[in-house]
């Protein structure tokens, strides 16, 4: 009986650019799926043509039990969007920074771990959310989270940096100016007019801390958008929301107000706005029009029975 095979595609703008570190990443994951019973053809894609490499290796004579993809939120979002709303099976190997995707899923961070649990995992409906037809596997921001984003990133090409090093930096930066935006919200039964807030969070699923630390999702085909607008008025009002959101949980915070939508349009009063998908930022058209894609992607999940000990 042959091993079972998966194509693994590995971000090429994730990882290093040194050539034999590159070789070495590349003949682990190898070999960890060997040592997990299965054959791998792995390769580095460029990111830029990763939804087609998405799709040639799903349409292949010799079609993999599923694409696996290797990176970051990112790179796992990139891939969706070629896989939403088809029979492409993904399986999410967490090689970025934070690997929030993976960690929903209950994949381990851990190499050999994450490949076992995909090797002896199983096929899993969930979720997907699109923006202007951009799908996201995580969420959506607007407002002071994509500026953190862009000046996070222009301090790293600066400056030679990680992105945790980076970010103090970049809130201080952005905190400074502290940008607004005044938007209206609308959705099936649910309708706010004239609302100023620096900060509009639009989850795939409902994200829940009621104990508080960070938010999560206890349901990843939940049918609904997470929506959280921020009420804040000032800096220091957004950072004390903020602490008091991650201690006692969102829905004990007065300046967070939360609803759960099928839908929801955001109308700017702007021609452009800069969006935060799945941590990447890119520019918009105005307006926003968010929705659900329930059960819209095949992923690859350890069973929901025995979920690794080390997932989280």
């Known amino acids: ?20 570190e590159e070789e070495r990443e590349l003949a682990a994951i190898e070999a960890a799926f060997v040592a997990a019973g299965a054959e791998a053809a792995v390769r580095v ?9 998405v799709r040639a ?15 970051g939120d990112g790179t796992v979002s990139c891939a969706a969007g070629a896989a939403a709303g088809t029979d ?16 929903d899923i209950e994949v381990p961070v851990d190499l050999g771990a994450a490949v076992a649990s995909l090797v002896g995992g199983e096929v899993r409906a969930i979720d997907a959310a699109e923006v202007n037809g951009r799908v996201f596997v995580n969420n959506s921001v607007l407002g002071l989270y994509p500026d953190l984003v862009a000046v996070r990133d222009r301090i790293r090409d600066q400056r030679g940096w990680g992105k945790v090093r980076a970010v103090p930096v970049a809130l201080v930066a952005v905190l400074r100016r502290f ?11 649910y309708e ?50 903020a602490v008091r959101a991650l201690a006692r949980g969102a829905e004990a915070d007065d300046d967070i107000d ?52 080390d997932a989280r």
Not at 89 to 97: D, E, F, I, N, Y
């Open 1 to 20: 009986m042959l091993p079972v095979r998966f194509d693994v595609l590995v971000n090429g703008g994730a990882g290093s650019v040194d050539a034999a």
């Open 45 to 53: 894609v460029d990111p830029a043509q990763m939804q087609h490499e």
């Open 57 to 71: 290796c799903w349409d292949a004579p010799d079609r993999p039990r599923a694409v696996v993809v290797a990176g």
């Open 88 to 103: 492409i099976v993904l399986g999410a190997l967490p090689l970025g920074t934070f690997n929030h995707f993976a960690k």
């Open 179 to 189: 940008p607004v935006h005044r938007l209206d919200l609308r959705g099936p039964g």
């Open 192 to 241: 706010r007019r004239r609302v100023r807030t620096p900060l509009v969070f639009v989850g795939n699923g409902v994200f829940g801390n009621e104990d508080g630390g960070r938010p999560h999702r206890d349901d990843l085909a939940d049918g609904f958008l997470g929506v959280a607008v921020s009420r804040a008025k000032s800096r220091w009002g957004l950072l004390r929301s």
């Open 258 to 309: 939360t609803v759960a939508l099928t839908e929801l349009t955001v109308d700017l009063h702007v021609r452009h706005v800069r969006v935060a998908v799945d941590g990447e930022i890119c520019w918009m058209d105005a307006p926003l029009r968010y929705r659900i894609l329930p059960k819209a992607l095949q992923v690859l999940a350890p069973p929901a029975d025995d979920p690794p000990d």
